[in-house]
């Protein structure tokens, strides 16, 4: 019975051990994508004399500061045990501020486009892991396009029966989503072989530069977020991602019951 329990006991630590490594790996990853975006500011400031300009790129490097400081403090939150931190989200202004974020990054003769639907969307999860999320498929939109020349255009806006991707998201998944962030770029597509694989931990085509934890990361994520992330790509056409999300009313609704009772 003893020798069971001390078993046992050995199993939930390693478990434990496991979901800790996977999560530094995460937090390590997106801290990286954060000093990226840091750096990219700098190098900003340093070509550029225009004051307007330079006070954009401080106000980044701050915004990116707190991010990482978000970050580490997920892990210390894990470390004592505990989970993410949920709130309302308001979707648009999310997105807007990762644009702010990554525009620095972006590449002159690279167009970046950013179109927010004007009704209210709001979510309800962790800020930090969805702003990671965005400013992964962004990053590797931006890691798909050609040096020369390309596209990559956001959308974010309410999920309707035509909106594209969603019949397809649908018959991989059951939860019922209100909004859509869309990340959607011009770059080199993905094969069919490859694109069954890109959701796994450690896949990467890019030998030598990624982790391949971006996406196993981001659908973690949006699993956790009772949403759907899903792609579309043709290749040597481009690739769209979606972030099919449930509004906050839906997923508060059932805690708000519980606490009444009802
Ligand atoms: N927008 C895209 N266009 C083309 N291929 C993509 C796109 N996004 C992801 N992929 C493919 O999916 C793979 C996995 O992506 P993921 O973000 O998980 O890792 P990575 O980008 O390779 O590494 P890291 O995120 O650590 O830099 C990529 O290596 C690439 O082959
Ligand atoms: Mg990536």
Known sequence: EQEKDALRDRFVYLERMEAVGKLAGGIAH???NLLHAIQGSLDYMARNDDPAARKQAVKNIDVATKRAEDLTGQLLAYARGGKYEVSRIDIGKLVRETEDL????VANHHDLRVVVHPDPMFASGDRTQLQ???LNLLLNAQEALPESQGRITVRVEPVLDHTPGWKNAQERSD????FVIRVRDSGCGISPEVEKRIFEPFFTTKTGKGTGMGLAMAYGCIENHHGVLHVESQEGEGTEFFVFLPSASR????????????
């Open 175 to 178: 939860s019922v989503c209100d």
């Open 30 to 32: 997106d801290f990286n």
């Open 132 to 134: 990671q999320v965005v």
């Open 102 to 105: 990554f525009r620095p990054m």
């Open 251 to 262: 997923t508060e609704l059932p805690e708000i019951l519980a606490a009444t009772g009802d």
